[in-house]
């Protein structure tokens, strides 16, 4: 069904298995990230207090 869509959508041209490893490794950071129950309700209210937690969250995953 998703090839008669044409240029509407679909399936992509090629599978970059390079590509599709980078995007998986973002993805599970921010799953990662998303435990963290004040960035997932982004519970701060500046911009500044949440890029704070996210930077100290980002350590503390990275440490």
Same mark, same amino acid.
């Given at each position: 069904?998703?090839?008669?869509?044409?240029? =509407?959508?679909?399936?992509?041209?090629?599978?970059?298995?390079?590509?599709?490893?980078?995007?998986? *490794? *973002?993805? =599970?950071?921010?799953?990662?990230?998303?435990?963290?129950?004040?960035?997932?309700? =982004?519970?701060?209210?500046?911009?500044?207090?949440?890029?704070?937690? *996210?930077?100290?969250?980002?350590?503390?995953?990275?440490?």
């Amino acid at each position: 069904n998703r090839l008669n869509r044409g240029s =509407r959508g679909g399936r992509p041209p090629a599978f970059d298995r390079q590509t599709y490893r980078l995007r998986n *490794v *973002v993805e =599970r950071c921010f799953g990662r990230l998303k435990q963290w129950r004040g960035l997932a309700t =982004r519970y701060d209210k500046t911009r500044e207090s949440y890029q704070a937690a *996210v930077t100290i969250a980002s350590i503390l995953l990275w440490i």
